[in-house]
């Protein structure tokens, strides 16, 4: 309780004195001033009595007092509701809208000793299966997901400030590749629309080269030009062999290779590309054969495995080496080598030089002609598919080559079904000289003059030069999503072969927006016509619960923002109400959204998306987003009740009535029946007052037209009129006061003519209830599972005290309800709200030009260990209060404070008849946290004071008044920050202090 002021403050001796400085002037010939002389006795008796009515009338009754404040316009502050986040479930699988009217209530859980707390929607909601499912953050060409942390209660994440450069990769996919596992070489080649005019620009020199093992991508060897090959641009020769095994990318199964991209081009051009090709180079052994057939006379199957007789022990015309080979015959124009290894310990019979081997491939009518060999080389006439033969028809190793046909089709052979070569000897046979002897039966058998000794193959290896072929498959994964370009790459390489120009492909399409922006995926679009999102952010100053309503400072920030969602192939301006203060504080943003949003795919998702773009401007500080809540509304802690019965007017002055609902809020709606319509004068004043329906012509049950007109409340009748339509509502008596007919109009008397049509009862600190608690729906609605309180209920407040309310009155008086000064600032921030338990007004104006106002929240209970901070919801009230009250023009911040910490190291000596040092040790830690505590702290106990410096001499005169100390030996300070020992802890004007470890270091005393 602040004292009464002193009317005067004169005392006993200043009475005295100036009494004996008048004697001169009022009579002269007095000139004995001793206190023995008896004049003086009587002077000395009137000061003494002068001083006690003085300091009778110093003590105005505390009555007297009150109806001062009173007659000053000051009463006690009406309780204060707590608003909650409100945040409705609807069944599993529903899909659709449950609307929810404004004024439903829910409640917490009654449990024993304790009645249920009951909250009120402010609103209408409109409530949908549709979370938040996915939300990006882009920073030039950096991407970071923040999908799981949203649905981490502990995790947080910085807004426009993506640290992930995203993994942008090509990959490859086609049967080729499976080569590798032998050692082959594969050449990739890009056909870029731009040719590059330097190394650093080659497209395929920017990727770093992988390969599937079954396990994990690991690197492949490669060169980016190959010995006997020419060298050109954009090719890269990947080298095996290495264990590649198949693997699933987006659906497909084949055997991939995959570039990362290690380094981003200047010029986004280089990602322009008309085709992408592979070629296969064998540099090892090739391929075996898949089948090899010899007929005679019947099929005879060859074993590969080991030496063969291609055309039996003695090879004669028509003898014929069926060779089935699906992988290299599929090859379509492709230059197939068949490699052919004779066992070089037996040397074959040199043929005749008419011997032909003919090599047939069949055409789905018969077997056609690929091209004759003969011992002396292929003939001439054979040159359509480029047929090569330098075995010589079998007489030595060597290779046979050709174009395959792309006629070439399949043929079962000897019930086998495949893709078939046969060489079939045509003229002659394998022998050389002889003729022809009769037999005993008179037959005639021919014999060689030499021992035919046939070719035996120790091994067939196929191989074959397809040239250039389009990839089978090309998926690009950017930006989290997948694209596929097959068909594109398909249809351009196609087009290059025919020499034409093709459209170019941008492979990878970089943000080229140069903004930061964050992304939000939903499943569905948002139902309502203004739907709204509430964002939970973590500020840095670790409030506990950051409610904003009704107030968008976009004009205060130095910042834009823009909404945007993702519509029509485009991103789409969206018009928005943002109540979290451009992401300063939690809050909902509502949105206008556009008719039929619909989905699109981004970042891999096909989702309904919309974001935020950082256009210019910057922040104090990163803000930290936690969650992002959907059907969300505010609800405040009150019961809203309709067309309460308050009595009948008696026509005397005075009338006063008991209200029904206890204890009433702000905001209460009265109306009276009076017997006839007021004059045109009265109800201008009326209406300016109340607005344009506060008169009202209603019809009776009898037919009859009845008056009703809604009454205006104020703090008292000092102002009011014969014909002001005033009322006072007493919160503290719960009732309605009427005036005297001088000063508000009396009601007519009348039965049942006073009724008030809506007031809100609730309220108090028992609203400010825990995060979790708000479970119960006190109304059955189909298809809403329940309710959740994400966030705890903040800014209830009870009636204010007598105290309280002296204690802001001087301050009041000062101000007089405008702030000018930063006094009255501090003092009209009290007013705003009796949870307001300290406020100052910073001397400056901040870098932004704004009037600092910085309050902590009251606590009836002091926790050493808290950091006090206001929440946004009385951050918003005591704003608002001070809007109205300011003068035009200024612009206005309203938080809370700053903390510093501080370390205390004490090394001191107890008494020497301490015996428990805990306990003294706990003392003194309360003791010095009491003593820097912004509440109860200070040199006078009423609290630190704001940017007040702490000195060592402060910290050793708290310890002295410690009866268990017997003496300090040492103190230092150390800066939480710096972590650097300092000889005082100096403070901005915005700074507390906030006491952190408190280390002792102690003994008893000897002595």
Not at 578 to 603: A, C, I, K, N
Request: charged share 30%; aromatic share 10%; with cysteine.
């Amino acid at each position: 309780m602040i004292p009464s002021p002193n009317l005067d403050d004169k005392t006993y001796k200043e009475i005295l004195e100036e009494a004996r400085s008048l004697i001169p002037h009022y009579t002269p010939e007095w000139t004995n001033h001793n206190p023995s002389d008896p004049g003086m006795t009587l002077v000395e008796l009137f000061a003494w009595m002068t001083e006690m009515v003085l300091y009778r009338l110093n003590k105005v009754p505390q009555k007297t007092y009150l109806a001062l404040l009173d007659l000053m316009g000051l009463t006690l502050s009406p309780p204060q509701a707590s608003r909650v986040l409100l945040k409705f479930h609807p069944v599993a699988g529903y899909d659709g809208n449950i609307v929810l009217e404004k004024g439903l209530q829910v409640s917490t859980a009654r449990s024993e000793g304790q009645e249920a707390v009951t909250f009120e929607t402010e609103k209408r909601l409109i409530v949908q299966n549709n979370a938040l499912s996915a939300c990006f953050s882009r920073t030039g060409t950096q991407i970071t997901d923040h999908s799981e942390l949203l649905n981490d209660p502990t995790g947080a994440f910085p807004l426009f400030s993506a640290a992930e450069e995203v993994e942008r990769i090509l990959y490859l996919g086609g049967d080729v590749f499976r080569y590798l596992q032998e050692p082959n070489i594969i050449c990739i080649s890009v056909d870029q629309e731009e040719d590059s005019s330097s190394v650093e620009n080659e497209l395929i020199r920017l990727f770093h080269w992988e390969f599937w093992d079954g396990d994990r991508w690991s690197p492949l060897e490669l060169d980016y030009y190959l010995a006997g090959e020419k060298k050109v641009t954009n090719r890269v020769f990947l080298k095996g062999p290495v264990n590649i095994d198949k693997k699933e990318i987006e659906g497909r199964e084949d055997f991939f290779i995959r570039g990362k991209l290690e380094a981003l081009p200047e010029d986004p051009r280089t990602f322009d590309v008309r085709a992408l090709s592979s070629r296969l180079i064998f540099s090892g052994d090739g391929l075996s054969p898949d089948s090899c057939l010899f007929n005679s006379t019947g099929f005879s199957p060859l074993d590969l495995d080991k030496d063969f007789l291609p055309f039996g022990d003695s090879p004669v015309v028509d003898d014929i080496l069926y060779i089935a080979a699906d992988e290299v015959f599929s090859k379509k124009e492709a230059r197939i080598s068949l490699n052919i290894l004779l066992n070089e310990a037996v040397k074959p019979s040199l043929p005749a030089d008419t011997l032909t081997m003919r090599y047939e491939y069949w055409d789905g009518r018969d077997w056609m002609i690929l091209g004759i060999s003969r011992p002396g080389g292929q003939m001439a006439s054979a040159g359509e598919y480029m047929f090569r033969d330098s075995t010589l028809a079998f007489s030595r190793s060597g290779a046979v080559s050709f174009i395959c046909p792309s006629n070439l089709v399949e043929r079962e052979v000897n019930g086998q079904k495949g893709l078939w070569i046969r060489i079939r000897i045509g003229v002659d046979d394998m022998g050389k000289g002889g003729g022809y002897t009769q037999d005993g039966g008179g037959g005639w058998s021919w014999y060689f003059s030499e021992k035919i000794v046939a070719p035996l193959v120790s091994r067939i290896r196929m191989t074959y030069d397809a040239g250039f072929r389009s990839v089978e498959s090309v998926l690009v994964h950017s930006d989290y999503a997948c694209t596929d370009y097959t068909d594109e790459m398909a249809r351009n390489f196609v087009s290059l072969e025919k020499s034409e120009n093709p459209p170019s492909v941008r492979l990878i399409r970089l943000n080229d927006e140069g903004v930061p922006t964050v992304c939000f995926g939903f499943e569905k679009p948002l139902a309502g016509d203004r739907p709204s999102l509430f964002f939970e952010l973590d500020e840095a100053d670790g409030r506990e619960d950051f409610y904003a309503d009704s107030y968008s400072s976009h004009s205060r920030r130095q910042l834009s923002l823009r909404w945007e969602c993702f519509h029509k192939d485009k991103w789409v301006k969206l018009n928005v109400n943002d109540y979290t203060d451009s992401f300063h504080r939690s809050g909902f943003v509502e949105f206008d959204m556009p008719e039929e949003w619909e989905l699109s795919d981004q970042f891999g998702r096909e989702l309904c998306w919309m974001r935020v773009v950082f256009e210019s401007g910057s922040f104090e500080s990163v803000p930290l987003l936690k969650n992002v809540h959907t059907n969300g509304v505010y609800g405040s802690h009150c019961r809203t009740f309709k067309d309460d019965k308050l009595g009948s007017g008696s026509g005397s002055p005075h009338q006063e009535y008991d209200i029904l609902r206890n204890p009433v809020l702000p905001g209460a709606v009265l109306e009276v029946r009076e017997e006839t319509y007021p004059p045109q004068s009265e109800r201008e004043v009326i209406e300016k007052e109340e607005g344009p329906d506060a008169v009202r012509l209603v019809k009776a049950d009898d037919g009859s037209e009845e008056v009703w007109v809604r009454y205006h409340q104020v703090r008292n009748f000092y102002e009011s009129g014969a014909a002001s339509r005033h009322y006072v509502l007493d919160y503290e008596r719960n009732r309605i006061l009427f005036g005297d007919g001088k000063r508000g109009v009396i009601p007519p008397r009348a039965k049942n003519n006073i009724v008030m049509r809506e007031c809100r009862a609730g309220g108090g600190l028992a609203g400010n209830v825990g995060a979790g608690t708000v479970k119960i729906l006190r109304k059955s609605i189909p298809f809403l599972a329940g309710v959740e309180n994400p966030l705890p209920a903040r800014g209830g407040a009870d009636l204010e005290d007598l105290d309280n309310l002296k204690k802001r009155a001087s301050g009041v008086f000062r101000s007089r309800n405008r702030a000018v000064t930063s006094e009255d600032y501090a003092w009209l921030a009290y007013e705003a709200s009796s949870s307001v338990g300290r406020a100052v007004c910073l001397p400056k104006v901040n870098n932004r030009g704004e009037i600092v106002v910085i309050i902590l929240p009251r606590r009836e209970k002091i926790d050493l260990e808290e950091k006090l901070y206001p929440s946004s919801e009385l951050v918003r009230r005591v704003r608002e209060y001070l809007d109205e009250r300011k003068l035009v023009g200024s612009r206005l911040c309203v938080s809370g404070p700053l903390y510093k910490r501080v370390t205390l190291q004490i090394r001191l000596v107890f008494r020497k008849e301490i015996v428990e040092t805990h306990s003294a040790r706990e003392d003194i830690s309360r003791v010095l946290k009491e003593a820097l505590h912004p509440l109860v702290g200070g040199e006078e106990g009423k609290g630190w004071e704001y940017g007040e410096s702490l000195q060592k001499e402060f910290v050793q005169r708290t310890l002295d008044r410690i009866k268990s100390v017997h003496h300090i030996e040492d103190i230092r300070l150390v800066d939480g920050e710096s972590g650097m020992e300092q000889d005082m802890i100096t403070l901005r004007p915005d700074e507390l202090l906030y006491p952190g470890e408190i280390i002792l270091e102690d003994r008893r005393s000897e002595f």
